[in-house]
């Protein structure tokens, strides 16, 4: 589903949610999402946070760090994407990349040649951002 379709079911428990994803560079998991809106109000439950990102990584207004179980906004309007993470392991930041057509192209045909078929190409890089990686070179 595509978000400007969206835009009348964007709730304000929906927004909440968005809006706390949108102010970090790391990935959150639920509860510290949860965690987050606790600062302003106590009425927020678990499940309340986890219907939201549900409906948003629907509307591909979030992602979800598989490896993590954690969550972070997308910054692109778009239906759908191919896409993948640069997870910084110092600082935790996230940055989200679209997948070239080859990258995803060999993905596609290393799964063809498996008999395997891939529904959604996702990968995850590990490693140190460029600012990590200068403070780590520092010390």
Same mark, same amino acid.
């Given at each position: 589903?595509?978000?400007?379709?969206?835009?009348?079911?964007? +709730?304000?428990?929906?927004?909440?949610? %968005?809006?706390?994803? +949108? &102010?970090? +560079?790391?990935?959150?998991?639920?509860?510290?999402? %949860?965690?987050?809106?606790?600062?302003?109000?106590?009425?927020?439950?678990?499940? +309340?946070?986890?219907?939201?990102?549900?409906?948003? *990584?629907?509307?591909?207004?979030?992602?979800?760090?598989?490896?993590?179980?954690?969550?972070?906004? !997308?910054?692109? &309007?778009?239906?759908?994407?191919?896409?993948?993470?640069? *997870?910084?392991?110092?600082?935790?930041?996230?940055?989200?990349?679209?997948?070239?057509?080859?990258?995803?192209?060999?993905?596609? %045909?290393?799964?063809? &040649?498996?008999?395997?078929?891939?529904?959604?190409?996702?990968?995850?890089?590990?490693?140190?951002?460029?600012? !990590?990686?200068?403070?780590?070179?520092?010390?």
């Amino acid at each position: 589903m595509a978000y400007e379709n969206m835009s009348e079911k964007l +709730t304000q428990n929906r927004q909440a949610v %968005l809006n706390v994803l +949108t &102010q970090e +560079t790391a990935a959150m998991s639920a509860y510290d999402i %949860l965690d987050k809106l606790h600062q302003s109000d106590n009425k927020w439950k678990p499940a +309340t946070v986890y219907r939201a990102l549900n409906f948003l *990584i629907e509307a591909n207004l979030a992602h979800k760090i598989e490896s993590e179980q954690k969550f972070i906004s !997308c910054g692109h &309007q778009h239906r759908e994407h191919d896409r993948h993470f640069l *997870i910084c392991e110092h600082c935790g930041s996230v940055e989200e990349r679209m997948l070239s057509s080859e990258a995803k192209q060999l993905m596609v %045909l290393l799964a063809e &040649q498996s008999q395997f078929q891939l529904r959604d190409p996702y990968l995850e890089f590990r490693g140190n951002c460029k600012s !990590c990686a200068e403070h780590l070179k520092a010390v």
